[in-house]
């Protein structure tokens, strides 16, 4: 595609129901991360995957946030039981591993502002 | 363990005078070094990287490793250059982007 793309843009939603953010990366990048950001704060890191792999997750804060990419380009990010702190903008970002180790360049999506009631 | 200070929340200046935005990182390995600017109502965006060695609209960076700093400069604002401003930092062992805070450039007419 012609750049990162993430649905909805805007998500409300009530204490304790369950969330699904969508990202879909720009086509020949095979990484893909996702951070959160909110007022005042930078881009928080959560995930980010290799292919259909999760590579790091280690900014995942919880068990109620997960995220896939089962084959590889949409990942979806998952949170269960939201709670008023999940509150925040959820950016996506892909890249292209242009081999070897190393941050790339990251081209972002506009972001899934998510408000939990 | 990655760390990336940015000191200052907001900057202003007028149109024509110098600017720098301070960046200081922490970080065991080889970094690598990025600032990534947002204009209002855009998409964060990459404005320039260290190794590229780069002077995008007229900004610089320059990385020092004995100040584990990466401060970002123009000799003459833009009003079109107000935008948050994020320092973020990688490595050549590590594959996450860690960014600042971010500070917030005004540039007066």
């Known amino acids: 595609g012609a750049g990162v793309s993430q649905t909805p843009s805007n998500k409300v939603t009530e204490k304790g129901k369950y969330v699904e953010l969508r990202c879909d990366p720009i086509?020949?990048?095979?990484?893909l991360y996702w951070y959160r950001q909110t007022l005042g704060q930078g881009p928080e890191f959560l995930i980010y995957f290799q292919g259909t792999g999760a590579a790091d997750d280690s900014g995942l804060p919880n068990d109620r946030f997960f995220a896939v990419r089962p084959e590889g380009s949409v990942s979806t990010l998952k949170i269960q039981r939201t709670e008023r702190g999940d509150s925040a903008v959820y950016l996506c970002?892909?890249?292209?591993?242009?081999?070897?180790?190393?941050?790339?360049?990251?081209?972002f999506g506009a972001g899934s502002r998510l408000t939990v009631l | 363990a990655q760390r990336v200070t940015q000191p200052e929340k907001l900057l202003s200046v007028f149109k024509g005078a110098p600017v720098e935005l301070k960046c200081n990182y922490s970080?065991?390995?080889?970094?690598?070094l990025f600032w990534y600017v947002q204009y209002s109502r855009q998409r964060l965006q990459l404005l320039l990287r260290h190794i590229s060695r780069e002077s995008i609209k007229g900004f610089t960076a320059d990385l020092n490793k004995g100040e584990t700093s990466f401060h970002l400069k123009k000799p003459f604002a833009q009003e079109e250059d107000s935008a948050m401003y994020y320092c973020a930092l990688g490595g050549y062992n590590t594959d996450k982007l860690i960014f600042g805070t971010g500070t917030r450039l005004q540039v007066f007419p």
């Open positions: 970002a892909s890249s292209q591993n242009k081999g070897g180790s190393g941050a790339n360049v990251l081209t």
């Open positions: 086509s020949e990048h095979n990484r």
């Open positions: 970080y065991s390995g080889s970094p690598e």
